[in-house]
Structures are given as C-alpha cells and as structure tokens.
C-alpha cells in the first residue's frame, strides 16, 4: 500500500472555489490511477473523479462533472482535485484514493472496492 496524506480543505461561501491536493509516498506513484471520493455526515462515500496513472484519461461523477478538475504531478507524487462554482451539498470529507500499481477498470472506478490505499480525509465546508 501507500501513504495518502490530503490537504487544502476548508471552509468556503457557495460559489466558490477550492484545490485539494493529495501526496502519495513512495515509488509507485507514477503507475498507479488515483481517485477522489467524498462522504457527507450519514451517507455512503461516494466516487468524485478518477485520473490514470499517465494523466490522459480522467471521469467524473455526474454530480461535479463541469465544476471540478483532476490533475496530477507524477514528478511532486501529488493528485489534485479543483473545485470550482462549490455548493453547500459539496460538504463533505473528501478522501484520495490510490489503486494497486498497474491496474485501473474503466468499468470499476467509481466503486470503493476498486482502490487499494486511502488517505484520511480533509474536510470541505461550503456556507450558503
């Protein structure tokens, strides 16, 4: 497994805008696809974005498609998530995610059981 470690939540008014950021450890990085979850205060995590591990193919929940944007830096070992235009139902924990080294299903990637290693988790606030 890896070590995630996510940062840059907080709180923000409706509208605007936040960039989390996630640092793996590790060689790994660079073949590994990654992803971004969210979980609200009783309810279910649920698949935010996904990017493979070369950069070039990346998905979205159709809840953030238009707002947010997955990038990431194999050089830094670091996956970003820009969130653009927040709601309040953006509130939540939003927790990186890394898979095993190689694989990626384009079939699978909004499923929790496809991802290998998560982080903690930052907390994102959006104020109506």
């Known amino acids: 497994q890896v070590q995630l470690v996510e940062s840059g939540g907080g709180l923000v008014q409706a509208g605007g805008s936040l960039r989390l950021s996630c640092g793996a450890s590790?060689?790994?990085?660079?073949?590994?696809?990654m992803g971004w979850f969210r979980q609200a205060p009783g309810k279910e995590r649920e698949f935010v974005a996904a990017?493979?591990?070369?950069?070039?193919?990346?998905y979205y929940a159709d809840s953030v498609k238009g707002r947010a944007t997955i990038s990431r830096d194999n050089t830094k070992n670091t996956v970003y998530l820009q969130m653009n235009s927040l709601k309040p139902e953006d509130t939540a924990g939003y927790y990186c995610?890394?898979?095993?080294?190689?694989?990626?299903?384009?079939?699978?990637?909004?499923?929790?059981?496809?991802?290998?290693?998560w982080g903690q988790g930052t907390q994102v606030t959006v104020s109506s």
């Open positions: 995610a890394a898979g095993i080294p190689g694989v990626f299903s384009a079939l699978r990637y909004a499923l929790k059981d496809s991802w290998n290693s």
């Open positions: 990017i493979t591990w070369s950069g070039s193919n990346t």
């Open positions: 590790g060689r790994t990085f660079s073949s590994r696809a």
